[in-house]
Structures are given as C-alpha cells and as structure tokens.
C-alpha cells in the first residue's frame, strides 16, 4: 500500500508496509500541508517529538531525530537554512508555523478576514457542486489550521444557505428531514451532488419530481 500525496518531492520512507511520500511545502499550501505531515510522522510514531502529549513526556532522542529528517524532506532548500540551527524538532515546526501563518496578531487578523470571505461565499449559477464545495472546506481548513474552532454545523448551515437557487429545493429539503447539528459536512456535499446528478439525468423536467419525500429521507 502506498500513500501518496500528490505532490511529493519523490523521496519516500517506508514505514512497515506503507511508503509515505512527503508533500512539498510552497507558498500557498502550508495548511494542507501541515495536516498532512501531521498524519504521515503520526503514522510513523514520531508526532510527539513535535506536540508532546503532557508537558511532561520525555521525548527519546531516535524520535526527536527522526522528526526534522521528516520535516526537511518536505521543504524546499531555501528553508533548510533556516531550520538547521533550530534544536529540536517542536521549535523547526513552531519556526515554520511562525513564518508561514504568522505571529499572535497577523493570525487573528488572518482569521478574521478568512470568516469574512466565509460568510461572504455565494454559489454562482455557472458553479458545480464540486467547484463551490471545494472554495468551502479550503477555507474552513484554512481556519482550523490557523487554530479556529469553526464548528461543522455551523459549515453545514452555510454550505445550505449558499447554494444557488437551482438547489434551493434541496436545500429546503435537508433543511427540512435533516438535523443539522449533528449531520457531517460530508454528507451533505454527497446529497448536492446526488442532486445535481439527477438534474442532469432529468434535463427540465420539473424540480418537484426531484425532491426527496419524507419517506424517502427516513
């Protein structure tokens, strides 16, 4: 099994049975990025080198080794400079989190503007599902990585009151038989895009044939 990124620079470490190619950090991806360095050094064993689990957990040198080795696989050369003087593994990943997000200040106005553009996004008529979802969950990764706790039902909603109108209909409906608190943003993007299917399959025929009734919601 091989677990591939997508944009790795080529260089893979095996880890059991599964070879991790590392994504290849630049200047607009660093919140995808760090979330899946995250998951690669947690399957690798190597995460707590980074964010110990208590302020207390003595971290064994092999980890706190294997950890920037980890790291500079992932960053281009222009960076490596600047992270080889740093000591331990926790200080070159809050090193480039700094560089990258930003201090104190510039994330909380970063974050700002991001639930700015949030509340802001509207489906255009031209859009897919595919094409407005993705301007969606972008953004909402983007605030959970600069540390904000947006909730999923809260992007649920959004996602419900954006769509354009062709999928008002929809939308009423999973407003309507749904339970918005709980239900995963997942699923309601796999309800849009059911939808738009059916509408292509249909061609003009009227909306209210394909809305869901009760019965077929429960």
Do not use: C
Not at 172 to 198: C, H, N
């Amino acid at each position: 099994m091989t677990i591939d990124s997508g944009s790795g620079n080529g260089n893979g470490e095996k880890e059991g049975n599964v070879t991790l190619y590392y994504p290849m950090l630049s200047k607009t991806n660093y919140g995808a990025w760090a979330i899946k360095m995250r998951v690669f050094m947690l399957a690798q064993g190597v995460w707590d080198a980074v964010e110990p689990r208590t302020p207390n957990t003595i971290i064994e040198t092999k980890k706190d080794n294997m950890t920037p080795a980890a790291i500079y696989q992932g960053i281009p050369e222009d960076l490596l400079m600047v992270l080889a003087e740093k000591k331990t593994a926790k200080v070159a990943w809050e090193a480039l989190k700094v560089m990258f997000v930003g201090a104190d200040r510039v994330k909380t106005a970063r974050i700002q503007t991001l639930k700015t553009e949030f509340e802001a996004l509207s489906m255009k008529e031209s859009e897919s599902i595919d094409e407005f979802t993705a301007k969606v969950t972008n953004t909402v990764s983007t605030l959970r990585t600069l540390g904000d706790k947006i909730e999923e039902s809260h992007v649920v909603k959004k996602l419900l009151r954006a769509v354009s109108t062709k999928f008002l209909q929809i939308a009423s409906t999973l407003e309507q038989f749904g339970d918005l608190e709980t239900m995963p943003v997942e699923e309601v993007i796999g309800r849009l895009k059911a939808y738009e299917e059916r509408m292509k399959g249909h061609g003009d025929i009227d909306d209210r044939k394909l809305l869901l009734t009760h019965q077929e919601w429960t």
